[in-house]
């Protein structure tokens, strides 16, 4: 059988396994939190849509049910409150995640991880460091979202599916994160060439509001509705889809960086390869010079959150 493990069953933890769920990738989804009854709420109307697809198990369990899972989801922790920022969570959630990580790894000490709670990127480094595993078996949620959402904006922009557009985030999952301009292509043109071909208009002003709209649309949902959970289960079930069907995917998600770009032992989110194995391959594109030195300063801001730890 195919086990998920979903710890914390919050907006994210649930709604990763609802779509899980409906995607008919898992046969057995069991849910973990630290509130036994929401998990059992969660678990319970969770199985009353297995009947409508295809057939899987869904539980509100316990860490023994981690034993035999494929993959371990993390979601537990706290959530941004209005106007707080993601490294301000740390503190909160490093100690949530090390309790989790225990845990998971007393029963599973092979597991693959996938982090998505916030601060993502030093809570990813967390879980490799208080883990033990080989880091490409951790895997942290990263830029998808981020990465997704440009691409969905320059497919507006464009009119192009955005399945079409390729182009990434990289960095950190938050304030810093780094558009990847020089890379970001439609069809094998570059977008600038693109823009020419068609007679669009792509102008400084544009990019910048295609960045911005990019990299808050985390605050702006959560001014609105308090969380956001859709977008990010649907990458985590990407994530999921790319490992249980050794898919060899380029997924922007966190993994450990130690060497490239001039940047050491922090996790951030690059171009992967991700399969049965978890993060099979780091991708290292070549960047514009502004590119990498504000990669490099992304890093720079993890490296501090992550000293904060220590
Ligand atoms: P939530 O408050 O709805 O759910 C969190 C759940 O974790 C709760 O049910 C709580 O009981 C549980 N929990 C807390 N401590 C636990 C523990 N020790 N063991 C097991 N369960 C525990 O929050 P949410 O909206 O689901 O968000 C969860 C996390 O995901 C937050 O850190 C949030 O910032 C993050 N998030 C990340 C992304 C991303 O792109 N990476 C996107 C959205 C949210």
Same mark, same amino acid.
């Given at each position: 059988?195919?086990?998920?493990?979903?710890?914390? &069953?919050?907006?994210?933890? #649930?709604?990763?396994?609802?779509?899980?769920?409906?995607?008919?990738?898992?046969?057995?989804?069991?849910?973990?939190?630290? @509130?036994?009854?929401? #998990?059992?709420?969660?678990?319970?109307?969770?199985?009353?849509?297995?009947?409508?697809?295809?057939?899987?198990?869904?539980?509100?369990?316990?860490? @023994?049910?981690? &034993?035999?899972?494929?993959?371990?989801?993390?979601?537990?922790?706290?959530?941004?409150?209005?106007?707080?920022?993601?490294?301000?969570?740390?503190?909160?959630?490093? &100690?949530?995640?090390? @309790? %989790?990580?225990?845990?998971?790894?007393?029963?599973?000490?092979?597991?693959?991880?996938?982090?998505?709670?916030?601060?993502?990127?030093?809570?990813?480094? *967390?879980? +490799?460091?208080?883990?033990?595993? =080989?880091?490409?078996?951790?895997?942290?949620?990263?830029?998808?979202?981020?990465?997704?959402?440009?691409? &969905?904006?320059?497919? !507006?922009?464009?009119?192009?599916?955005?399945?079409?557009?390729?182009?990434?985030? +990289?960095?950190?999952?938050? @304030?810093?994160?780094?558009?990847?301009?020089?890379?970001?292509?439609?069809? $094998?043109?570059? +977008?600038?060439?693109?823009?020419?071909?068609? $007679?669009?208009?792509?102008?400084?002003?544009?990019? !910048?509001?295609?960045?911005?709209?990019?990299?808050? *649309?985390?605050?702006?949902?959560?001014?609105?509705?308090?969380?956001?959970?859709? *977008?990010? #289960?649907?990458?985590?079930?990407? %994530?999921?889809?790319? +490992?249980?069907?050794?898919?060899?995917?380029?997924?922007?998600?966190?993994?450990?960086?130690?060497?490239?770009?001039?940047?050491?032992?922090?996790?951030?989110?690059?171009?992967?390869?991700?399969?049965?194995?978890?993060?099979? !391959?780091?991708?290292? =594109? =070549?960047?514009?010079?502004?590119?990498?030195?504000?990669?490099?300063?992304?890093?720079?801001?993890?490296?501090?959150?992550?000293?904060?730890?220590?």
């Amino acid at each position: 059988p195919r086990r998920v493990a979903i710890i914390g &069953a919050g907006h994210v933890g #649930a709604t990763a396994a609802y779509a899980l769920l409906l995607s008919g990738l898992a046969s057995e989804i069991v849910v973990i939190d630290l @509130d036994r009854r929401r #998990a059992e709420g969660e678990a319970l109307d969770l199985q009353h849509a297995v009947p409508f697809g295809d057939p899987v198990r869904v539980w509100a369990g316990d860490y @023994d049910d981690v &034993a035999s899972a494929a993959v371990v989801v993390i979601t537990a922790g706290v959530n941004q409150r209005p106007g707080e920022t993601r490294l301000q969570l740390l503190s909160r959630n490093v &100690a949530v995640l090390r @309790d %989790i990580v225990s845990r998971v790894m007393a029963v599973m000490p092979d597991a693959i991880l996938i982090v998505t709670t916030n601060p993502v990127d030093v809570l990813t480094w *967390a879980a +490799i460091r208080h883990s033990g595993l =080989p880091p490409p078996r951790v895997i942290g949620s990263g830029t998808i979202l981020d990465t997704a959402r440009f691409r &969905a904006r320059l497919g !507006r922009h464009f009119h192009v599916d955005p399945r079409s557009v390729h182009g990434y985030i +990289i960095g950190e999952h938050g @304030d810093s994160e780094v558009p990847v301009w020089s890379l970001a292509t439609i069809g $094998g043109l570059h +977008i600038d060439q693109y823009r020419d071909a068609t $007679g669009e208009e792509l102008n400084e002003a544009t990019r !910048r509001q295609i960045v911005e709209e990019t990299r808050d *649309a985390a605050s702006h949902i959560i001014e609105r509705k308090g969380a956001t959970y859709y *977008a990010v #289960a649907a990458g985590i079930v990407r %994530i999921l889809q790319a +490992i249980l069907r050794d898919e060899s995917t380029v997924l922007t998600v966190s993994s450990l960086i130690d060497g490239a770009y001039g940047i050491r032992d922090v996790c951030l989110s690059l171009p992967c390869i991700v399969n049965r194995d978890g993060i099979a !391959r780091v991708l290292f =594109p =070549p960047l514009a010079a502004d590119e990498e030195e504000a990669l490099r300063r992304s890093a720079q801001v993890l490296r501090e959150a992550q000293e904060s730890l220590a």
